[in-house]
């Protein structure tokens, strides 16, 4: 075990008890689950970004978050803890104000300030600016694997260290999803992802002489919350909200879907998706949202019955098909279009894209492809603790993997995720302690269900 001195700094070689790859919220309340039951001292979590840098919670444009204040990091599990949102509002003396707003889900701004509160009291056992490349198995001498090593990165140097632990947990979270055509580090600075919209926006609106054009690529409900804030906000610039699909679904019916498959149906077959994908609801927008798009475009088309010359446009049935650095440092789009029924390819140029085409959970795969070796079928799966389900006789019964992650791999986000969070994190931080008192033989799957 590392001496306090050179912890949160990571020394390669060490060895731990506890790797936990990622420190989002859910490493946070693993940390509090772990702290609470006062078996935290041979944990290290490895994150990515930079102290400075570090941002504990999702920006979005919607200022509030989804759930209520209740649903922290550790309440629903035990509410007298001191690491409660309650007990932050106490210590940061916000407590009566707060109150006194009635306002039962807090602003995102405040809940991140939560959560750093939080993450402070965890400082010296997170290594900031380290990113995880993969976790490899470590061999012991007869035969079953007796523990993990984890490989990652330093990355201001690109330095490659290891450390090694009996136990990994992986949290690394949700990444940005944008689509290939998108990506290329050229066009990046132009380019922004939805979670990155607020900042970029505010950026491009800040030349007040600028026409700016900013086009919002995606069907996802981020796509509808930035049109609807580019539209709330004073400037003179113009929007194009270019979606894929032939129309946006709602989750109820309303003018804005009724009008948007009124257009769907000028557009030739080949452009339109097919009727299993239109009916998915993933992609849903909610009624409230629908209903502000359709009264402002309704007011813009009274104004303005040409839609091609109006300041806010949706277009459906747009593909991209290319994208370039214009000279003067804009972006060109090239797309294909059904919605003229004047087929062909197309292109606008813009000074910003926002790319709100959801999020994805592909890093765990990456960082955990040396274990799929050791899992029965393609895919690894987890138990009812969030374990690991390795092929039985392949390691010792007190080394394991937990994953956590959103149980949802599309377009949408899992915007509930800390309604189950204090439970999930004490479930966890339960069967890694109880891992920890078993004997270093086998562990057969039968074992393991008994102990579930
Ligand atoms: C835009 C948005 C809004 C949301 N709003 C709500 C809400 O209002 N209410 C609610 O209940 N839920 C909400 N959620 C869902 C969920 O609560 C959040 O996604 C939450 O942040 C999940 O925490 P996490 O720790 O699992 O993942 P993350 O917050 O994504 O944290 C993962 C961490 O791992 C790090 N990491 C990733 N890969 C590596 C690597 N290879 N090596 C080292 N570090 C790595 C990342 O830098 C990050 O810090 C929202 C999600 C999003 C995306």
Known sequence: MPSPSTIGVVTPGSTYDLVCIGFGASALSLAIALKERQSLASTVFLEQQPQARWKPCHSLISPRMKTSFLSDLVTSENPRSKFTFVSYLHSTNQLVTYTNS???????????????????????????????????????????LEGWNVLYEDISTGQRGSITSRQVVCAAGLQQ??????????????VAHSSEALEAISEVLKDKRQTPKIAIVGETSHAAEIFVHLHGIHG??????????????GKEETPFALESLHQSHQVPPEFSRQG??????????????????????????????????????????????NCQVTPDNKVELGFQSGATLNLGSKSDIYDLVISATGYDTSEHRRILSPLSQLVDGHNITVAADYQVNFRSGVKKSNTGVWLLHSPIDSDEIDDALYQILAQRSARV??????????????????????RL
């Open 102 to 144: 009635g306002r039962i889900a807090p602003s995102r701004p405040m809940f991140a300030d939560y959560l750093r509160w939080c993450a402070k009291q965890f400082e010296s056992h997170v290594c900031f600016g380290n990113r995880v490349v993969g976790v490899m198995p470590r061999n012991g001498n007869n035969g079953l």
């Open 177 to 190: 999803k944008i689509p290939n055509v998108l990506s290329a580090q050229s066009i990046r600075p132009r």
């Open 236 to 249: 003179n610039h113009n929007v194009h909200w270019l979606t894929q699909r032939s129309e946006v679904k």
């Open 276 to 321: 299993g994908e239109r009916s998915r609801s993933a992609n849903a927008l909610p009624r409230q949202l629908m209903t502000e798009i359709y009264d402002f475009m309704y007011d813009q088309s009274v104004k303005q019955p040409d839609s091609s010359k109006c300041r806010f446009q949706v277009r459906h049935s747009t593909s991209i098909t």
């Open 429 to 450: 931080a339960q069967a890694l302690i109880e891992q920890r008192k078993l004997p270093a033989e086998e562990t057969t799957s039968e074992d393991r269900s008994a």
